[in-house]
């Protein structure tokens, strides 16, 4: 094992844990996740000397987002090992016994919601407060939106009560809200939810109560911060407790003693799953004594008294209809199935991937194959198994042109995928690219999603890259749907995007190999356009990290003469293509920055100013923020900033210093 394999893993948790908590959209599932994690806490094990403060070993994942003011817990809010395999749960049991070094003991299985984590406060019986986990020590107070859940008591009518009550649970999507939610992003060409989780989770970080209101929500109770009032001595005490106090609780609790009892408890919730108008992704076992709980305590964010049991990912029968190929924004073509419409995880799926040849192969599947379906990561399904091969049933043969282009289609010896080599004139691979320019990884335009692109393009106003920026107000006017607001809003978005760096651009033009590693690399050394059209293969092997294989295609495409007139057009368009140049300025040097509010120019911009003299620009707050920039309006930030003691400044009194 090599150290940058060791880094490289860092990032790439770190990257998940962000689409995950911050973005809503994971590429992964919680397995696959875990899967890494473990990996990378036994290479650390091999080299402890590698271990950085950075890694997720070290560090809660953060999951704060800064819109919402934060507020210190009460007590820690922890998270759950997760364990998969009954072996897992009998050495979890083992481990109790171990700690407490007595007899058997009882266990309380609940089910485990899919949602997101919260806490409220009752003062009086009352709600007065409640926040989300954020990172188990601090939250986002998010009262407003809670209040906005039907199932949640506002006010309990209990004589004994105590005066101040603190209650967890978990907030979730029920199925039938979370198919209505999709539908009508769907209508609205908007990109969908991937799971009800992520639309719990994004919903409650709304600003606007009244749109978390019709988002359908619910809330399930099943923890209380200990009080003299309240008389409970077990877990499975303090679930009729909260029911009969009046919060909604979980269903399917059960108390069990041994392995065997837990299993069969288990093996029941698994079948009533798809029946559940919710999503549950396990079983949560604790420790039912809860003064043996205190006993216990926690290691860092996990209780030793608690694990999960996950349940595998959701599968599905379906039949195979048919097997297609799309064409990917570099030529790849992949093999997708159409299926016999089925449901599943709250969704319906027609589609499924099928990866490449080797994986068609390996399944041995054929066209009428019944086949055993799971969404990976709860994102895209795919085939796991041939459950019957259907009688006359043909295998796939490959096309041996691109569907989009007919051009023949090639194969390359040292890959799996095959290729559609047609790279300029294929109109896949154009609109891939498109898309791809101005998605969220290119100059990531707002506004601009498939449906858009695709009413743009077929209204005749885009078909290259360049055709974005010249597009005008009646132009996007046209496009089903769009008032005079959303017309505005799509011509900032696209304004702002002429002024992203060159490195950006290069990256957003979607020329195979070249990530925005290379693509950085590249425009440090060469500030333009024009300078590329100059040069050799051999000069990009100056670049770090260039080998032949990058050269030639970096050397193929700027050398185009078709590519070249694109390019120009981009400039005449108004794209600006500073890459930032260092301007050392001993004020920013090393420095950290956070910016709240509205300043008088995109942060995209200000950032950039500040990079530009070597300082760092992070969306976080910290005790570790040297200082906070203040626009209009500023949100919980600035409470933040002021409690760590981080400086403050004005726009103005940071452009004086510039
Ligand atoms: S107990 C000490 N019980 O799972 C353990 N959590 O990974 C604290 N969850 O953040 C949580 N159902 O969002 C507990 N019956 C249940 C649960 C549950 C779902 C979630 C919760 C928590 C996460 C832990």
Same mark, same amino acid.
């Given at each position: ?44 094990? %091999? ?8 890694? *997720?070993? /070290? ?21 759950? *090992? ?97 198919? $209505? ?10 990109? &969908? ?33 200990? !009080? ?36 069969? !408890? ?20 604790? &420790? ?46 992949? *093999? ?71 051009? %023949? ?6 890959? +799996? ?10 109109? %896949? ?11 969220? /990884? ?9 449906? +858009? ?5 077929? &209204? ?14 009646? /132009?996007?006017? /046209? ?33 195979? !190999? ?33 080998? %032949? ?93 002021? $409690?760590?003691? +981080? ?12």
């Amino acid at each position: 094992m090599k150290k940058e394999n060791y880094l490289r893993l860092v990032d790439e948790l770190w990257r998940h844990n962000r689409l995950y908590y911050i973005e809503n959209q994971p590429e992964i599932s919680d397995e696959v996740f875990d899967q890494l994690l473990k990996k990378l806490e036994s290479i650390e094990k %091999e080299h402890p000397d590698w271990i950085t403060p950075d890694s *997720p070993t /070290q560090r809660v994942m953060e999951a704060l987002v800064g819109n919402f003011p934060v507020i210190q817990h009460a007590k820690p809010m922890l998270s759950l *090992p997760n364990t998969y395999s009954r072996e897992e749960v009998e050495a979890f049991i083992e481990r109790v016994k171990k700690g407490l070094g007595k007899g058997s003991h009882d266990f309380c299985c609940e089910i485990k919601m899919d949602g997101v984590a919260f806490t409220a406060r009752y003062e009086k019986g009352r709600f007065v407060l409640g926040a989300t986990r954020g990172n188990g020590k601090e939250g986002d107070e998010i009262t407003h939106n809670l209040r906005m859940i039907q199932n949640l008591p506002i006010q309990l009518h209990s004589d004994d009560l105590p005066d101040l009550l603190e209650v967890r649970g978990e907030v979730y999507m029920p199925k039938k809200a979370f198919e $209505r939610l999709n539908a009508e992003k769907k209508r609205e060409g908007e990109p &969908l939810w991937a799971n009800p989780r992520n639309a719990a989770s994004g919903s409650l970080k709304l600003l606007d109560p009244k749109e978390v209101a019709k988002r359908g929500l619910e809330v399930g109770f099943y923890s209380v911060l200990p !009080h003299p009032k309240i008389p409970c001595k077990t877990q499975g005490e303090v679930q009729a407790w909260l029911k009969k106090i009046g919060f909604p609780t979980l269903p399917f609790v059960e108390v069990a003693a041994t392995t065997d009892a837990i299993f069969a !408890h288990i093996e029941r919730i698994e079948k009533e799953r798809p029946l559940l108008p919710f999503e549950i992704d396990g079983v949560v076992i604790k &420790l039912n004594s809860l003064q043996d709980q205190e006993e216990l305590g926690a290691a860092g964010k996990n209780p030793r008294w608690a694990v999960a049991y996950k349940f595998h990912a959701e599968q599905a029968k379906s039949r195979i209809l048919d097997i297609r190929v799309n064409v990917g924004r570099t030529g790849v073509l992949t *093999p997708v199935a159409d299926l016999e419409p089925v449901f599943l995880a709250g969704s319906t799926i027609a589609r499924a991937s099928l990866h490449n040849r080797e994986e068609i192969e390996r399944l041995d599947v054929r066209i009428g194959d019944e086949v055993l379906i799971e969404k990976g990561g709860d994102v895209i399904p795919k085939v796991v198994e041939v459950v019957s091969h259907a009688e006359g049933g043909h295998p796939w043969v490959p096309p041996t042109h691109c569907p989009s282009c007919g051009t %023949e289609i090639v194969e390359l010896p040292e890959e +799996v995928a095959i290729r559609c080599p047609n790279i300029e004139g294929c109109p %896949e691979q154009r609109f891939r690219r498109l898309l791809f320019f101005v998605s969220k /990884q290119g100059l990531d335009i707002d506004g601009l999603g498939e449906k +858009v692109m695709e009413k743009l393009i077929q &209204l005749g106003f885009v078909k290259e890259p360049a055709d974005v920026f010249a597009l005008t107000r009646e /132009q996007i006017g /046209q496009i089903e749907g769009f008032k005079e607001k959303s017309v505005q809003n799509l011509l900032n978005a696209i304004s702002a995007a002429k002024n992203a760096p060159f490195s950006r651009i290069l990256h957003a033009l979607g020329i195979r !190999h070249v990530g925005i590693a290379t693509a950085e690399a590249i425009a440090q050394k060469w500030k333009d356009f024009d300078s590329l059209f100059r040069l050799e293969m051999g000069d990009y092997f100056a670049v770090e990290g260039v080998g %032949e294989k990058v050269a030639e295609t970096l050397f193929a495409y700027f050398s185009h003469p078709k590519n070249q007139i694109e390019i120009r057009r981009l400039i005449t368009n108004g794209l600006n293509l500073q890459e930032r140049v260092l301007i050392e300025n001993p004020f920013f040097k090393g420095k950290s920055f956070v910016i709240t509010g509205t300043l008088s120019m995109p942060r995209e911009q200000m950032a950039d100013l500040l990079q530009s003299r070597g300082g760092k620009v992070s969306e976080s707050l910290s005790k570790k923020t040297d200082f906070l920039i203040l626009g209009e309006n500023a949100g919980s930030k600035l409470d933040k900033a002021k $409690r760590f003691g +981080v400086s403050i400044l004005t726009e103005q009194e940071i452009l004086n210093k510039i």
